[in-house]
């Protein structure tokens, strides 16, 4: 059974960081694409960013690039996400999501119907 658990959320005052992990086990995702996607409270669920679990590529919303960071250690089957400068518009509910996609090309990697596993999600709140 395959199982995606996200740790790290909480409340963190803007210009802050918070680091998220995602363990992922049930199966080998070497083949796969992982991602982190994010929902506020009345809104729709938005890409944040990616990685090809096999090459390491990475991929990034625009309004996330040059202040997060994600990566993947093989070794522990964990993905993680670190954000830096934190505002108050990444409050969201944070989702780790898994996608049967390795290639090289951009694809649909920001789209989350392309997802077919998800963790339950971990909430982040940035004050001002």
């Known amino acids: 059974q395959v199982q995606l658990v996200e740790s790290g959320g909480g409340l963190v005052q803007a210009g802050g960081s918070l680091r998220l992990s995602c363990l992922a086990s049930?199966?080998?995702?070497?083949?796969?694409?992982m991602g982190w996607f994010r929902q506020a409270s009345g809104k729709e669920r938005e890409f944040v960013a990616a990685i090809r679990w096999s090459s390491g590529r990475t991929f990034y919303a625009d309004s996330v690039k040059g202040r997060f960071t994600i990566s993947r250690d093989n070794a522990k089957n964990t993905m993680v996400l670190q954000m830096n400068s934190l505002k108050p518009e990444d409050t969201a509910n944070y989702y780790c999501?898994?996608?049967?996609?390795?290639?090289?090309?951009?694809?649909?990697?920001?789209?989350?119907?392309?997802?077919?596993?998800w963790g339950q999600g971990t909430q982040v709140t940035v004050s001002s």
């Open positions: 999501a898994a996608a049967p996609y390795s290639g090289e090309g951009i694809w649909n990697t920001g789209q989350p119907s392309k997802y077919n596993y």
């Open positions: 049930g199966r080998t995702f070497s083949s796969y694409t």
